[in-house]
């Protein structure tokens, strides 16, 4: 069964950057649809971005035109490039297949946006 880590969370001020990776245990070829979650603290898990195999990515409004989802089937991996990120993009980040499946959520990594 595919375990996936999250890495590449900080701390970073208001418009910055970070990229996020997703490394898969095994492969992701077969797998349609990833995506990436975030939950801010006394707030639901929310879907922020998922990309299919060989397509473009989807974005919640809330993030569209800063976040850019990709995929490395190669690598087993998938990213989340942050650009310009605000106070109220801080979150515990996780990824997932799409529609989520409970079995597979990692520890994820915490992104805090904060001067």
């Known amino acids: 069964q595919v375990q996936l880590v999250e890495s590449g969370g900080g701390l970073v001020q208001p418009g910055g950057s970070l990229r996020l990776s997703c490394a898969a245990s095994?492969?992701?070829?077969?797998?349609?649809?990833m995506g990436w979650y975030r939950q801010a603290p006394g707030k639901q898990r929310e879907l922020v971005a998922s990309?299919?195999?060989?397509?473009?990515?989807n974005y919640a409004d809330s993030v569209k035109g800063r976040f850019t989802i990709s995929r490395d089937n190669a690598k087993n991996t998938v990213y989340l490039q942050m650009k310009r990120l605000k106070p109220e993009d801080t979150a515990v980040y996780y990824c997932?297949?799409?529609?989520?499946?409970?079995?597979?959520w990692g520890q994820g990594t915490q992104v805090t946006v904060s001067s």
């Open positions: 990309i299919r195999s060989g397509g473009r990515g």
């Open positions: 997932n297949v799409v529609p989520y499946y409970s079995g597979l």
């Open positions: 095994g492969s992701i070829l077969s797998i349609n649809a």
